[in-house]
């Protein structure tokens, strides 16, 4: 089965950036992929996505202006970078990368939920 392998989370401080990244295989290069995370204790939420090109963007009302998604649609290997700067601590939590075979409809987030999820990679931000 296909996978989704996130690397790139931490341990930072407020105000502190970092960049996350999830590697996929030529398979996905025309799926929409993006991000959500999930902190204890509460439900997993939207954070960004990319359409399949990369040209389209979506992002979440909490991370708007700080957060940028990115793709790179190399020829065997699919890039989603996802640059994280005026880090909070209310950012924490597993960040997870998604994708799914709908690319018309890459502004809508609820088609994650039946795609391919990756395992996630922690991020722990500190005040």
């Known amino acids: 089965q296909e996978q989704l392998v996130e690397s790139g989370g931490g341990l930072v401080q407020a105000g502190d950036s970092l960049r996350l990244s999830c590697t996929a295989s030529r398979t996905f290069r025309y799926y929409v992929m993006g991000w959500f995370r999930q902190a204890p204790g509460k439900e997993r939420e939207f954070v960004a996505s990319a359409s399949s090109s990369g040209s389209f963007t979506n992002y979440a009302d909490s991370v708007e202006g700080r957060f940028t998604v990115s793709r790179d649609n190399a020829k065997n290997t699919i890039y989603l970078h996802l640059q994280m700067n005026s880090l909070k601590p209310e950012d924490t939590g597993v960040y997870l990368c998604?994708?799914?075979?709908?690319?018309?409809?890459?502004?809508?987030?609820?088609?994650?939920?039946?795609?391919?999820w990756g395992q996630g990679t922690q991020v722990t931000v500190t005040s």
């Open positions: 998604a994708a799914h075979n709908k690319p018309l409809l890459w502004n809508n987030a609820s088609y994650f939920s039946g795609g391919v």
